[in-house]
């Protein structure tokens, strides 16, 4: 049961409080947020244990690697990729002019002006390594996520079944640093910011906020004992 936005003028003890009573009611079983900072992940692990957090990372965006994956690691959160292929970028598929006018793509900064064609040098990256190794780039973009650890979980926007194709590009992908080094070096094209780097610092605020006495809620009997 996630909590896709935190509130940011509600302390986070409080949201996740109120999930808590689902859990303990048995209406949900696990909770999860979705781009949270990291202060804001461990304040409401506190609360009740987060089961997986849900933020934007791929190839073209690799910042939650210093930022919100360390501490989901340490309190063993499940993390959650969206966007794992750049919004369709990643697939070599998406042109400008192919873009309908109402499309969210076309607001978003790495869709615009000179930045779209930075990224393309990334795509083309992408593309000769797939070509390389027989399989598309959307799959290698993909291996390259799975192998990164049992604990990311991406969700990539899709109504097929995962194939051979995509396993095999995953082992390709995972076999060692040599097949892996072209590929971590290729985000350095990347133009413009990530989807949620605004929320973040809207959210990373939410730990200023300080509890009210009367929301204060009693600790789980889980962690008066850690």
């Not at 999860?32 to 934007?56: D, M, N, Y």
């Not at 194939?163 to 992908?173: D, G, L, P």
């Not at 094209?189 to 929301?215: C, F, H, K, T, Y």
Request: aromatic share 6%.
């Amino acid at each position: 049961f996630y909590l896709h936005r935190v509130d940011p003028k509600t302390p986070i003890e409080d949201s996740v409080g109120s999930m808590a009573e689902l859990v303990r009611a048995g209406k949900v079983r696990y909770l999860g947020l979705s781009e949270a900072a990291p202060a804001t992940v461990r304040r409401a692990h506190t609360v009740h244990p987060i089961s997986a957090l849900q933020s934007e990372y791929s190839l073209w965006w690799r910042d939650p690697e210093a930022t919100v994956i360390p501490v989901c690691r340490d309190l063993g959160i499940t993390f959650v990729p969206f966007s794992p292929l750049g919004r369709g970028f990643l697939s070599g598929r998406v042109a400008v002019d192919t873009l309908a006018d109402d499309d969210l793509r076309r607001r978003l900064p790495r869709f615009q002006g000179d930045n779209f064609g930075r990224n393309l040098d990334l795509v083309k990256k992408l593309e000769s390594f797939a070509l390389r190794k027989a399989v598309g780039p959307s799959q290698v973009a993909l291996a390259w996520l799975l192998a990164k650890g049992d604990d990311i979980v991406p969700i990539p926007g899709t109504n097929r079944p995962v194939s051979r194709r995509s396993r095999r590009a995953r082992r390709h992908v995972s076999a060692g640093g040599r097949l892996r080094r072209p590929l971590q070096r290729a985000d350095g094209a990347v133009g413009g910011p990530g989807e949620g780097v605004d929320r973040q610092r809207l959210l990373s605020r939410n730990r200023a906020i300080s509890r009210r006495p009367s929301m204060l809620r009693a600790l789980p009997s889980w962690q008066a004992n850690s």
